[in-house]
């Protein structure tokens, strides 16, 4: 066969097939240079102590301690709201397939909670706070999870609605034409199959819901003391990075950038875990 | 073999009770998940009327227009005016809007119609960490590393080639910029404006390029011509979407933008945006009279907007994901 000469037709497909690669390269790159940034900066303040120690006196002035209230009060604060979000998500996503599917209803739920998701998280918070102005309540704890789970919730509900949706039609219908209710198929039938999709889903909103600082902004408060209750303030990662980059002292803004990269590997290992996990669920699921 | 005629009867009628309260069961658990399945569509009822009951002391004492278009900002004073805030999150919503719109369309297209599976596989961690990585942390690289780009190189260079221009002229030469903010966000946007160009590509039947393809179109022409005008309302719809993501986003806009109170003039002024107003004053300023009301006039203006932009995004996409 003879190669065809190269016109301008050919040319243009390749001048766009680089442009798209490049574009590419250009991702990946700024997602490289993220990382090197975080690390490099964050790496050499990044001691033992920063991760075993609650502030002491003049911690924001460059004396000793660490951020570990931050790191728990973060951690309470993640795993508290993505458990009351579960409790509703869970129905929500379930309902939404087995008793409604596709009617009118459903659509709306759907379009719903696209709307949430993509309401700003300090639209949250501050709502959040002019509630709980009118109830009296003082930023703690227990009013930061709550808010967090507002925000989480649309994430985790869309993310299982779309696995369940994606499960073969036939297992579920084999149940039901043995006589099973609809709800024997959602637990016995939807959830088991589904548990590795659902799993990812509750990470994903764990990995939203640590890394989000705006909707805590308020509701949480902010506090140097590890957590005890569920009625006091906390600290959180997000805003601790936030305050000590506010500090004109070098040091605490050193230390900033090591509880950045502290929030970067707790994020990046909840994503890199939760595929893992998914892929170890995915054996005890039927075929 | 016959039966106990008395004791199957007896089996029945368990098995009858059995059924009925397993029927039961699944009648009133219907009923619960009803009540939680209605619950987000009442949630953002009560987040728009929360806010607006609370911003009413401000709306009801000055005109709407005058809040929107009032230039001068001065709480203590009793002047609320929005308008510098409103174009601060618009400049910077654009420009980090526009600053990611070509590659990402570029990025979702090569991974639709050309990357093969180990591409994809190595292309999808990729997004997934961009996506992953808090809002902080993408302020915390702002900081370190976009704006010290912008006050050292970008800035220098545009103001001697395009310094005649006054979108691209340098008065302010600190880096904390539009510029800066619209960088950080054009990242924070890409793994989603990729996802849902990907998945509306996805969407269009095969059918439709190999038609094209065997009548000698080359695979551009046949994304040019064919698949692109198939899904230019999706493409809308995706970066619509992605301009409301931006539009709202808080603390990592906040870190690089300067918070300056002023309508900027070129991509290098400082802006301060409607929700890193919120977030600097909202908690202190108790003191004075209707700042409380003014900020979360802030944020319900904030959700409004961004209840449109996502509305008419997910109606057009639904007509997609069918």
């Known amino acids: ?27 990946a790159l700024c997602l490289g240079a993220i990382l090197w940034t975080i690390i490099v900066r964050g790496l050499p303040s990044l001691t033992w102590q920063m991760i075993s120690q609650a502030p002491k006196g003049g911690f924001y002035m460059g004396k000793a301690g660490g951020v570990l209230n931050a790191i728990l009060g973060s951690l309470y604060l993640a795993t508290g709201a993505t458990a009351l979000a579960i409790v509703f998500a869970l129905p929500i996503a379930l309902y939404l397939q087995t008793y409604l599917a596709t009617s009118g209803w459903a659509q709306l739920v759907r379009l719903a909670l696209d709307v949430l998701w993509g309401i700003p998280s300090i639209v949250y918070g501050a709502f959040g706070f002019t509630l709980m102005i009118v109830l009296g309540v003082r930023a703690s704890l227990l009013a930061g999870i709550i808010v967090l789970a507002l925000v989480e919730l649309p994430i985790m509900t869309r993310a299982m609605d779309e696995v369940i949706r ?48 705006a909707a805590v902004l308020f509701t949480a408060g902010y506090t140097d003391r590890i957590p005890t209750s569920l009625m006091r303030p906390t600290a959180s990662l997000p805003l601790a990075v936030f305050f ?7 040091e605490v803004r050193e230390r900033g950038y090591a509880s950045a990269l502290i929030l970067t590997i707790i994020v990046l290992v909840v994503s890199f875990g939760s595929r893992w996990l998914a892929a170890r669920l995915q054996r005890y699921t039927v075929k | 073999m016959a039966q106990n005629p008395i004791q199957s009867a007896a089996t029945t009628r368990n098995q009858h009770v059995v059924a009925v309260s397993r029927q039961r069961t699944d009648t009133w658990v219907r009923h619960v ?25 401000i709306l009801s004492r000055y005109p709407f227009t005058d809040l929107l278009f009032g230039i001068d900002w001065k709480p203590s004073e009793g002047r609320f005016g929005f308008y510098s805030f409103i ?3 618009v400049w910077v919503t654009v420009v980090g809007v526009g600053l990611a719109i070509p590659p990402c369309i570029l990025v979702a297209i090569y991974l639709a119609e050309y ?51 006054g979108l691209f002229a340098v008065q302010q030469p600190t880096g904390f910029s539009v510029l800066a903010g619209g960088i950080v966000l054009a990242i924070m946007i890409t793994p989603l404006i990729i996802a849902v160009v990907f998945e ?12 094209s393809l065997a009548v000698g179109a080359t695979r551009w022409e046949t994304i040019r011509r064919v698949l692109l005008p198939q899904v230019m309302p999706g493409i809308i719809a995706a970066i619509v979407l992605g301009a409301s993501r931006a539009f709202g986003e808080t603390i990592a806009v906040l870190m690089v933008v300067g918070n300056i109170a002023q309508v900027p003039h070129s991509l290098f002024d400082a802006a301060y945006p409607l929700p890193a107003l919120i977030a600097n004053n909202y908690g202190d300023m108790m003191s004075i009279p209707l700042y409380d009301a003014a900020l979360l006039c802030a944020a319900l203006i904030l959700l409004v907007i961004i209840l449109l932009f996502n509305i008419m995004a997910t109606i057009v996409l639904k007509r997609f994901v069918k």
């Open chain 1, 1 to 27: 066969m003879r190669r065809q000469p190269w016109n301008r037709r050919h040319l243009i497909e390749r001048i766009m097939q680089i442009a798209m690669i490049g574009s590419l390269v250009i991702v």
């Open chain 1, 166 to 213: 994606r499960l073969p039609r036939d297992l579920a219908q084999a149940a039901l034409a043995l006589g099973s209710t609809k709800l024997e198929v959602a637990l016995r039938v939807i959830i088991p199959q589904t548990l590795p999709g659902i799993v990812t889903a509750v990470l994903l909103a764990f990995g939203r819901g640590i890394g989000d600082a």
């Open chain 1, 244 to 250: 000590q980059l506010g500090t004109p002292y070098p």
């Open chain 2, 33 to 57: 998940f009803f009540v939680i399945t209605i619950l987000p569509i009442g949630l953002i009822a009560v987040v728009l009327i929360g806010l607006l009951y609370r911003s009413w002391p």
């Open chain 2, 87 to 89: 174009v601060g999150t």
């Open chain 2, 115 to 165: 990357a093969g599976a180990r591409t994809r596989l190595l292309a999808k961690p990729i997004l997934d960490v961009l996506a992953a990585i808090p809002p902080v942390v993408y302020g915390v690289w702002g900081l370190l590393a976009v704006v010290p780009l912008v006050e050292t190189m970008i800035g220098p260079w545009s103001q001697r080639l395009l310094g005649f221009w």
């Open chain 2, 200 to 211: 509306i590509f996805n969407t269009v039947p095969v059918d439709l390029r190999n038609a």
